[in-house]
């Protein structure tokens, strides 16, 4: 059965200190592993796709990596708008184009 | 360009009251989704669309749940005699291609369905 876990449900930093999310996943035939940001209220905001192992993306202060089991987006000197949750999804092989969802970190960035 | 809409934005319905939840997707944007989110979850997928047909709906929970897209552009997910277990978020999203490269999906801002 495809799945997503992300850890940890929850972190809280300092503004200036760097970290990593992970999603760790298995699914039958990875088409591609989706990030997105939400905001509490809102619906979520697409960061990233990785499509294949070894694949890096960068936007600002994010930068998503992806091996055959999991990714990971590290976050580098993060400021306080950087809080929100962040959500991994994988969208596998075959006919369908559904993405499966993890249940996100909880991300939390102090001044 | 405008993103993906979604109306109403609050839904308060009591039990048995039937509901209409309606999509404006991305104009131009060939797949359509509906996903449900329960508070501290992620989303969970519900139906797909590419265009106007309904190619998979292997994710709504009853046969209380109906969803269509009549002319390949706005969605409406219908839900009758509503339960109180259906109290939740209904997010929709639209991608611009339904298979390859750049099918990431755009979110709307979801309808929050509380069934009293």
């Known amino acids: 059965e495809d799945q997503v876990t992300q850890s940890p449900e929850a972190l809280r930093l300092q503004e200036g200190e760097s970290s990593s999310l992970n999603c760790s996943y298995t699914v039958s035939g990875l088409r591609g592993l989706f990030w997105y940001r939400q905001d509490p209220g809102k619906g979520p905001e697409f960061l990233f796709t990785?499509?294949?192992a070894g694949e890096e993306k960068e936007k600002e202060r994010l930068k998503a990596t992806l091996t055959k089991k999991e990714s990971f987006l590290h976050i580098t000197a993060p400021k306080p708008e950087d809080s929100a949750t962040y959500l991994c999804a994988v969208q596998a092989g075959g006919a369908t184009n559904k993405l499966i969802f993890g249940t996100g970190t909880l991300l939390a960035v102090q001044p | 360009g405008a993103g993906v809409s979604q109306s109403p934005r609050y839904k308060v319905a009591k039990r048995g009251q039937d509901v209409a939840l309606r999509c404006d997707p991305i104009?131009?944007?060939?797949?359509l989704f509906w996903y449900q989110q329960a508070l501290g979850q992620g989303p969970e997928f519900l139906t797909y669309?590419?265009?106007?047909?309904?190619?998979?709906k292997s994710g709504l929970p009853s046969d209380r749940f109906f969803a269509e897209r009549p002319e390949g552009s706005v969605s409406t997910l219908k839900i009758q005699r509503t339960q109180q277990e259906d109290s939740a978020v209904y997010l929709c999203?639209?991608?611009?291609?339904?298979?390859?490269?750049?099918?990431?999906?755009?979110f709307g801002p979801g309808t929050r369905l509380t069934v009293l």
């Open positions: 990785l499509y294949s």
């Open positions: 999203a639209s991608s611009l291609f339904s298979r390859g490269l750049n099918n990431e999906q755009f």
């Open positions: 104009s131009g944007h060939v797949s």
């Open positions: 669309f590419q265009n106007e047909a309904q190619l998979d």
